[in-house]
């Protein structure tokens, strides 16, 4: 069935990648005696079952030398070993929930859906209803592919309960380790437009720093340039349209930690516009007086949350091996902002 699993109460607003899944890099020890893989993972990695290491090694998720290995395979003196293990379940009750759900895609090992803003992907305090798992336990359940009613598809990567946009689904245990370990290391190609505060004075660039916990605000993602703390993340943004106070950019992603782009944007002073959380909700750039105060409040309230949308994702497909390519165009709030925006820029 789909994972019960419920994020930190505090972190209803988990981010993406590499973080749904657990990662591993062994380079054998050139003084190691030979041994099975199987016994060796399972002296090595603390609270794997040889189940659970098993199930990984039949699922190829064991690989030596950047091939899969069988169990019985034995160990040799400077191996590298690279394991993808799912994180374990956590305590919760999934309630299947009948929506409407936009899926884009779908097929036996995977599904792609188009999130509206608004929507939590996960159950966690506070949200147990309404979220996009709980829709996904709905859908998925009625496929023949499930056991009554019981089958183990689920998220690969999350994003924001206020940003719209693409996710990929994993319809099974392998569709969804092939899909990490893309993620993990990086060749998943993901875009995200964002509408940023501020001018920029190049037409792209590249955002490089940490990004972890806020030591003031847990629920806040802080960026530490020097690496003293947090995740790496790397950023990357092109320039495509100059409204003037505002900037529209296209965001892809190297890394993918939790609010990476707010966080990144904040970071270089230039807050996503109407995101509240970090700083975007008020006027930062222009004066904040008269006729263009009340321009700016009224394209707040047409857009009243972060302005970020996941418009591509890119993946090879786990069974196929075929490149996958979706892209979903902007919802009409977003859309009606730059409106909005455009036509002050024309007017000036």
């Known amino acids: 069935m789909l994972p019960n ?71 040799r003196p400077a191996d590298t070993i690279t394991i993808t293990l799912p994180e374990p379940p956590r305590t919760g009750k999934v309630e299947p929930e009948q929506m409407d759900l936009d899926i884009r895609y779908e097929d036996a090992e995977l599904l792609i859906v188009n999130k509206p803003a608004g929507m939590v992907v996960h159950p966690a305090f506070g949200n147990w209803e309404g979220t996009l798992v709980n829709g996904l336990a709905y859908h998925l359940a009625n496929l023949p592919t499930g056991r009554n009613g019981e089958i183990r598809p689920g ?15 994993g319809k099974t245990e392998a569709a969804m380790t092939h899909l990490s370990q893309q993620f993990f290391y990086h060749t998943i190609e993901r875009s995200y437009l964002a509408l940023a505060w501020g001018k920029f004075d190049d037409d792209q660039g590249t955002v490089r720093g940490h990004i972890g916990r806020s030591l003031r605000d847990r629920k806040v993602q802080a960026v530490y340039p020097d690496g003293d703390q947090g995740k790496h993340a790397v950023t990357h943004y092109r320039v495509l349209e100059r ?14 930690r939790t609010h990476q782009i707010r966080a990144h944007m ?15 909700d008020r006027i930062r750039s222009g004066q904040n007086t008269g006729a263009y105060k009340s ?31 979706f892209e979903a165009e902007l919802p009409e709030d977003f859309s009606a902002a730059l409106a909005k925006w455009q036509a002050w820029r024309d007017s000036q």
């Open 5 to 75: 699993t419920a994020p930190d109460p505090d972190d209803d607003e988990t981010g993406e990648g590499d973080e749904l899944y657990e990662h591993h890099r062994i380079v054998v020890d050139r003084g190691q005696e030979l041994l099975r893989i199987d016994k060796f993972l399972l002296n090595r990695l603390a609270n794997a079952s040889r189940t659970k290491i098993q199930a990984a090694i039949e699922a190829e998720t064991v690989q030596v030398n950047g091939r899969p290995t069988k169990a019985s395979y034995r160990i």
């Open 155 to 169: 998220l690969v990567h999350r994003i924001d309960k206020d940003t719209s946009g693409l996710l990929v689904i």
């Open 243 to 256: 409204y003037g106070p505002v900037t529209l950019l296209e965001c892809r992603l190297e890394t993918g």
């Open 266 to 280: 904040q970071y270089i002073g230039h807050p996503l516009f109407s995101d509240a959380t970090y700083g975007g």
């Open 295 to 325: 321009f700016v409040e009224g394209v707040f309230a047409t857009l009243p949350r972060q302005a970020l949308h996941a418009r591509s994702l890119g993946f090879v497909h786990p069974r196929t091996g075929e490149k996958m390519f």
